[in-house]
């Protein structure tokens, strides 16, 4: 550690070991046609996430810390719940999946396959559906 990086952010001293997280924005319900037709070819994840949920939040920050899978193996989502709660209300009643948030969901051929909400939400659980 160097006599400066008790001035540096946490974030800034690990950053080199954090890997971006490869997002698509989840805007528009075309938007959600699209990340369904592509879990046809491999495995979509919908990452839905309250910007003003502290919980949201650090759920986020973990998710995207652990992350480590390669772009053409899987698909990321993110839905900003604040700016889109339609396409959130359109997944529960198109999936039947109850509305939580955080909540992570695992679509694979145009069915969700999986669904973790809150603390449950690793990125670890992604594996087993590539």
């Known amino acids: 550690m160097g ?15 954090i890997v971006e997280v490869p997002w698509h924005v989840l805007s528009k319900m075309e938007d959600l046609d699209e990340a369904v037709e592509q879990s046809n070819s491999k495995p979509v994840v919908i990452f839905k996430h309250s910007t003003t949920c502290g919980i ?11 992350y480590n ?8 989502y993110f839905l900003d719940l604040k700016q889109n709660r339609n396409i959130s209300n359109e997944i529960e009643s198109r ?3 109850r509305h939580e948030s955080p909540q992570l969901l695992v679509v694979k051929n145009g069915t ?16 087993k559906f590539l």
């Open 69 to 76: 899978y390669d772009a053409d193996k899987i698909e990321l």
């Open 95 to 97: 999936f039947s999946v």
């Open 56 to 66: 949201s939040k650090m759920v986020l920050r973990q998710f995207e810390k652990d």
């Open 112 to 127: 969700i396959v999986h669904h973790d909400s809150h603390q449950g939400i690793d990125a670890a659980h992604l594996a």
């Open 3 to 17: 006599i400066f990086d008790k001035f540096k952010s946490e974030r800034d001293i690990v950053k080199k070991e």
